[in-house]
């Protein structure tokens, strides 16, 4: 069965610092991985999708990269804002969608 | 845990039929649900946003006579698809709400393929 683990669960930073946040997946049998994120109450929004033959994909200040071989995804979020404060998830997608545990982020003005 | 379920998980139909797709949260009741679609190599989309009670909120460029949501209890939400094309192909997953005491924690089903000849 798929597992997706995010680290760290919960993450506060300075306004403009660089962060990283890390999703790992157990079965590397998956067709694609996908970041969201989530504000209190709302829906889930797409931010990045990476396909199963991709490495990378980059959106404005964000750029995740994908590691089949070793099960890892990571989410890049450059000179960080306030308005990233939300919870990120990520996604691995076989035969149905697998969610990590998420990462609560705060970026403090 | 909490766990949500989807009816049915594969549906194939002849183009012009309507498809029902129920969206149940088995332990926990849910004053919020979202549905989201998702089609080949593109992203999980949010459609709009269920509340129990009340007309759903949809997103833009998502057609609510088409697409029509009721959510007439805590635990039910149910997604038709009328008339049904092609095009609506799609993968559609729905999530639920949770409330708790270190705030709301979504969960989400498995999802229904639906596939319209």
């Known amino acids: 069965k798929q597992e997706v683990t995010q680290i760290p669960a919960a993450l506060s930073v300075p306004e403009g610092e660089n962060l990283v946040l890390n999703c790992s997946f157990t079965d590397s049998a998956i067709y694609n991985l996908q970041w969201f994120r989530q504000d209190p109450g709302k829906g889930l929004t797409s931010l990045l999708l990476?396909?199963?033959?991709?490495r990378e994909q980059t959106s404005g200040r964000l750029n995740a990269s994908l590691d089949k071989s070793s099960g890892r995804s990571t989410l890049y979020i450059a000179a960080s804002q306030p308005g990233d404060s939300a919870t990120y998830l990520c996604?691995?997608?076989?035969?149905?969608?697998?969610f990590g545990t998420g990462t609560s982020l705060t970026v403090i003005p | 845990g909490a766990v949500v379920s989807q009816h049915p998980s594969w549906v194939i139909c002849k183009s012009g039929t309507s498809v029902k797709i129920e969206c149940r949260s088995l332990d926990f009741q849910a004053t919020t649900m979202f549905w989201y679609r998702q089609f080949p190599k593109q992203s999980l989309m949010l459609m709009a946003t269920s509340n129990e009670g009340s007309k759903a909120t949809y997103e833009q460029g998502v057609e609510k006579d088409k697409f029509l949501i009721n959510h007439a209890s805590l635990t039910l939400s149910t997604l038709t698809v009328t008339s049904a094309h092609p095009e609506d192909s799609s993968f559609y997953i729905c999530?639920?709400?949770?409330?708790?005491?270190?705030?709301?924690?979504?969960?989400f089903g498995p999802g229904t393929r639906l596939l319209v000849l």
């Open positions: 999530s639920a709400t949770k409330a708790g005491a270190q705030g709301e924690t979504q969960y």
């Open positions: 990476i396909q199963s033959s991709q």
């Open positions: 996604a691995g997608t076989g035969n149905q969608f697998y």
